[in-house]
Nanobody, 123 residues
Framework: QVQLVESGGGLVQAGGSLRLSCAVS????????MGWFRQSPGKEREFVAG????????YYADSMKGRFTISRDNAENTVYLQMNSLKPEDTAVYYC????????????????WGQGTQVTVSS
């Protein structure tokens, strides 16, 4: 059974940092592109960052470039999201997702999802 479990969320002051982790139980994790999405109340779930199966290419939403870094450890079946210079508008539930294909900034393209982890940034 495929399972994605996010961790690392919490409450942080503006300007602070958090590192999210997503532990993935997929037998062929190394063949999946991974993405991070986020959703705040009343808004659509939006693409944050994505990484190819090899980790060789990464993609970011414009508002996250330079502040967020996605990475993965295929030996540990884990994907990470390092978030720096956090802003109150980054407050959301953050989800990791797996796709058996190329990275895509579209929610519907992903095959598996975690339950999400709450990130709250105070001003």
């Amino acid at each position: 059974q495929v399972q994605l479990v996010e961790s690392g969320g919490g409450l942080v002051q503006a300007g602070g940092s958090l590192r999210l982790s997503c532990a993935v139980s997929i037998r062929t994790f190394g063949s999946y592109a991974m993405g991070w999405f986020r959703q705040s109340p009343g808004k659509e779930r939006e693409f944050v960052a994505g990484i190819t199966w090899s980790g060789g290419n990464t993609y970011y939403a414009d508002s996250m470039k330079g502040r967020f870094t996605i990475s993965r450890d295929n030996a540990e079946n884990t994907v990470y999201l390092q978030m720096n210079s956090l802003k109150p508008e980054d407050t959301a539930v953050y989800y990791c997702a797996a796709r058996n294909g190329a990275v895509a900034p579209i929610r519907m393209a992903y095959d598996y999802w975690g339950q999400g982890t709450q990130v709250t940034v105070s001003s």
